[in-house]
């Protein structure tokens, strides 16, 4: 039975601007409909700060004063802003489900096209559940990614430029005073995303390991039994089993670092800009409902990053996945036939192999200096030991594997120059 490597828990993402390049390259497919996504994020983001922005009137102009018609119809006007803000959120929900859906749908179809054009040694080396894994938890993480982080990436990206230049538009003080936390915050930021993305590279890995041989495990049920193996599999199974878990609690662990440090940070500038908004208001006359807004903003201003802490770990996970998917996507497929094959019609004459030869690694010959040759109407029985190379020899026939020298004919035809495919 076949065994995967250990995974190496230094093992970082290798493509990853490669790998995000080809999952936009998908999600492309449906421009229109991202182009109506991004409108509603506008819409969303836009109603969100503007509502925010109206607690200075609303406080300067109707709540100091105590005018509490113009009060009624100022909150009125909001009300219809956060709701336009609702419907638009919604509307981007619905379509981004959709996109989601169909990407995943549109790589499930890519991969199974691909898979059935590999040839059988990549089935040979690589464990079966390894395969699966990619077209279940790989897919999935990529679904949840789009489903619950894409629009959430624009939309924290967008909402924080939208936020800063407002609160630079208020108080650019303020503003300085807002980013002393920044650098920190970017610091520990690095910081995590490196750690975090190494494990998840690991846990998606050794996800896939598991699978494999969970797999080979059921399927070989009955060497297992006949053998006497239970115990011994029990335990190689519990050292892959304990290497997920600790993967996937050093990928979990790193990754759910970030929301509580930023929201921490975040709490550390709000103290700040309290603290200078308060002496502003006092000696330079800052006006209450500025203060009030750009302490709002300064909120929001956190949330994003906030957000962005917390869908990362999604998108590692995700971004993992998606490298492995276009790994098996990449694999060289079965050689095309050659210009000049012929459809074999005669199913029933001479079969012959002249000095073939083959091995299934370098340095390791199987089949050496094969002649053989079975007549028309015959039977014949290959016999031999373990090892000897009679599957090996019947797999030469259908053209599982390709030899490396020599020649196999069927109906003294060359089966390299016979069709693969049965024709239409």
């Not at 599999?233 to 990754?255: G, V």
């Not at 497929?333 to 012959?352: F, K, T, Y």
């Amino acid at each position: 039975m076949k065994r995967s490597e250990t995974s190496d828990t230094s093992v970082k993402p290798r493509e990853t601007q490669r790998t995000l390049g080809r999952l936009i390259a998908y999600l492309a497919s449906d421009r229109p409909m991202l182009i109506v996504i991004f409108v509603m994020i506008l819409i969303s983001i836009g109603a969100d700060l503007a509502g925010s922005y109206m607690l200075r009137p609303i406080i300067n102009g109707y709540i100091i004063p105590g005018n509490i018609p113009g009060l009624v119809r100022i909150l009125t006007i909001l009300g219809i802003i956060y709701l336009g803000g609702v419907v638009a959120v919604f509307i981007r929900s619905i379509l981004l489900n959709r996109i989601a859906q169909r990407t995943v749908h549109r790589m499930r179809t890519d991969l199974f096209t691909k898979m059935e054009a590999l040839p059988i040694n990549y089935f040979d080396q690589h464990p079966y559940g390894d395969t699966m894994s990619r077209y279940t938890n790989d897919i999935d993480r990529i679904s949840e990614a789009l489903t619950d982080s894409l629009s959430d990436l624009f939309t924290s990206t967008l909402t924080l430029v939208g936020i800063f230049c407002l609160m630079i538009f208020i108080s650019p003080i303020l503003t300085l005073v807002a980013l002393i936390t920044v650098p920190l915050m970017m610091l520990t930021a690095r910081r995590i995303v490196k750690k975090s993305s190494r494990y998840f590279r690991a846990q998606q890995e050794s996800i896939g390991e598991l699978n494999g041989y969970i797999e080979e495990m059921i399927s070989g049920q009955k060497v297992i039994k006949i053998f006497g193996r239970e115990q011994k599999i029990e335990e190689d199974f519990e050292i892959r089993n304990l290497d997920l878990r600790y993967k996937s609690l050093k990928a979990q662990f790193y990754s759910g670092m970030m929301m509580p440090v930023m929201k921490n940070l975040n709490t550390l500038t709000y103290v700040f800009i309290t603290i200078a908004g308060g002496l502003l208001a006092l000696y330079r006359g800052f006006d209450i409902g500025g203060l009030a807004t750009f302490l709002q903003y300064s909120r929001q201003f956190g949330r994003p990053i906030n957000e962005l802490a917390g869908i990362y770990n999604t998108i590692q996970a995700a971004l993992a996945g998606a490298e492995r998917i276009f790994q098996l996507m990449d694999e060289e497929p079965e050689p095309a036939d050659a210009p000049d094959v012929v459809a074999l019609n005669c199913m029933e004459g001479e079969v012959s192999m002249k000095h073939v030869y083959f091995s299934y690694e370098p340095g390791k010959q199987i089949l050496k200096d094969i002649n053989l040759s079975i007549p028309a109407g015959k039977k014949i029985a290959l016999v031999g030991t373990t090892g000897a190379g009679k599957t090996t020899i019947l797999n030469m026939l259908p053209r599982f594997y390709d030899i490396e020298s020599g020649d196999i004919t069927i109906c003294h035809h060359s089966l390299y120059q016979i069709k693969r495919k049965k024709p239409p």
